[in-house]
């Protein structure tokens, strides 16, 4: 897919991926949320994030946004202060009600790495 993107500007494109958060902080536990438990929930967001990873390594234009890492300590043990990825200079909640969806202060953290990234790419430009 990214390879027919790219055919498709002959000027070339840049393409922006983000991988996938996980919303129970590298935990696993689903059913803690509500959620239904799902045994290899860890395994099969890391197994999409490396192929995300490695498309990105893989081609120059394509720019890995790093969703996964921003949003650990921001699920659904945000407020355990002794959980491995709690954050003390932002210790809430990004994710909606779902679970599957950011809310307002997760979207506006996507949307701040997304621009940061266009940054990055745009001053590597110059």
């Known amino acids: 897919m990214v390879n027919q993107i790219n055919s498709r500007f002959p000027?070339?494109?840049?393409?922006f991926l983000a991988n996938i958060f996980d919303p129970t902080d590298g935990v696993g536990d689903t059913e803690d949320a509500g959620l239904p438990a799902w045994k290899d929930g860890e395994k099969l967001v890391a197994a999409f994030n490396e192929v995300i990873r490695r498309c990105a390594s893989r081609h120059s234009f394509v720019h890995?946004?790093?969703?996964?890492?921003?949003?650990?300590?921001?699920?659904i043990h945000c407020a355990q202060f002794w959980s491995a990825h709690y954050d003390s200079k932002d210790p809430h909640y990004w994710y909606y009600v779902n679970l599957e969806d950011p809310n307002e202060r997760g979207y506006d953290v996507i949307r701040r790495l997304f621009?940061?990234?266009?940054?990055?790419t745009a001053d590597q430009l110059r």
Do not use: K, S, T, W
């Not at 000027?11 to 393409?15: A, F, I, K, R, W």
């Open 64 to 75: 890995l946004v790093d969703v996964h890492a921003a949003f650990l300590g921001h699920g």
């Open 11 to 15: 000027g070339g494109c840049h393409l």
């Open 115 to 120: 621009l940061l990234e266009f940054a990055r």
